[in-house]
Each structure stands twice: as C-alpha cells, then as structure tokens.
C-alpha cells in the first residue's frame, strides 16, 4: 500500500531563518511526486512535480528535492506570506490518483 | 480563469437528509476527483473520473455516488448524510489522469451534519 509520511505536524520559525519540511513515501514504483501548498480555508494549490532521484525544483524561496525514499521541501528566508499548511502526495505507476501526506503547518514570524 | 468551481460552500444537513455537491471546471481537463478532508486525515480520495463517462471508487466511497455528467461536471452526492461525513470535501481536476501536471483544487464545500 502507497504510504505517505510528513514531520514535523507543525513548524514554527521567525522571518528569516531558514529550514527543511520532510516528506517520507512508500510506493511500489514511483510516477511522480508532488508538493502543494494550502492556506486556510482555500484548496490546496500546486507547487511542484518530481519524477526521479536527484531531481531539484526551485520556485522563489522554496526547493524541492527528491531521492528514493523521501523528498525534502527547503524554505530560504522565509517571509510570514509563507505560512501555509505544505502537502505532499505521490502517484505509483500505473495508478490513476494520487496519496497524500497529512501535510505540515509552517508558520513563519515577523 | 475561474478553474474549478465548487457549490455550495457551507452546508449544515440534518441526520438522514441528502445533498448533492457540484463540481465544474472550465480547464478541459479530463480527469475529476473528489477528497475529503479531516484533522489528522489528510486528503483522502473518495470517487474519481479518469475520463467523461467512467467512475471509480476511491479510498472511502461508503456512502457517496457520483455522477460525471459530461466533461465539465462531476458531482457527488450524500443519500443519507451521517455525522461522520462531517467534513471539508475538494473536488479537483487534472489534464490527464493521475496529474501529471498537477492537480486543480477547487475551494472547498464545508459541510456538517448533525
């Protein structure tokens, strides 16, 4: 079974100070995996999509990386217009939908 | 650009009462989908549409039906809403089935039952 795992819950950092959202997965065989970011009382809102180990995306502060076991969502100077709840999801190959994580809630102070 | 539409967006309906949720979005996409969304849960799939004019059960389909009622809609429905269907549900949409470009989420349609 498709298993998605994200830590920490909640994350708390002030302006500035920069960190990392993890994202572990089981899949039997990997199609892609994607980070989404979610505020409050909206529908989550597409970030990124990775296909294979190795693979960077890079939009504005954030970075996603991938390898074979977990993917990592790294936050630069954060800004508090970056406090969101973060999901991560995977596709199998083969599969028609995709899994999701229970998400983190990062909160960024001013 | 509207995307994807959801209607309504707060519900309250008493136990034993039915509702139907709408979905539409105006991207051409092919695939449709519905989640729900609980504290500590997660989104969970419940019905999805890979393309007009087939359904298939998601993760927890017990008591919900859908209908793709042409490319643009799909909707959901509650025959005997439960306390337990007390929840946030999405319905989103994708290009191709699976996303391979991501996901389209609609904003959401909180619902309560009591």
């Known amino acids: 079974e498709d298993q998605v795992t994200q830590s920490p819950e909640a994350l708390r950092l002030q302006e500035g100070e920069s960190s990392s959202l993890n994202c572990s997965y089981t899949v039997s065989g990997l199609r892609g995996l994607f980070w989404y970011r979610q505020d409050p009382g909206k529908g989550p809102e597409f970030l990124f999509t990775l296909y294979s180990a190795g693979e960077e995306k890079e939009k504005e502060r954030l970075k996603a990386t991938l390898t074979k076991k977990e993917s990592f969502l790294h936050i630069t100077a954060p800004k508090p217009e970056d406090s969101a709840t973060y999901l991560c999801a995977v596709q199998a190959v083969g599969a028609q939908k995709l899994v999701f994580g229970q998400g983190t809630r990062l909160t960024i102070n001013p | 650009n509207a995307g994807v539409t959801q209607t309504p967006k707060f519900q309250v309906l008493k136990t034993g009462q039915s509702m139907t949720l709408q979905c539409a979005q105006d991207m051409n996409h092919n695939s449709m989908y519905w989640y729900r969304q609980d504290p500590g849960m997660g989104l969970r799939l419940i019905y999805y549409s890979a393309s007009e004019g087939t359904t298939d059960k998601g993760e927890v389909p017990n008591g919900y039906n859908v209908s793709r009622l042409n490319k643009r809609e799909f909707s959901l429905r509650l025959e005997s809403a439960a306390p337990s269907q007390t929840s946030v549900y999405f319905c989103?949409?994708?290009?191709?089935?699976?996303?391979?470009?991501?996901?389209?989420f609609g904003s959401g349609t909180r619902l309560t039952v009591v």
């Open positions: 989103a949409s994708s290009e191709l089935a699976g996303g391979n470009y991501g996901y389209t």
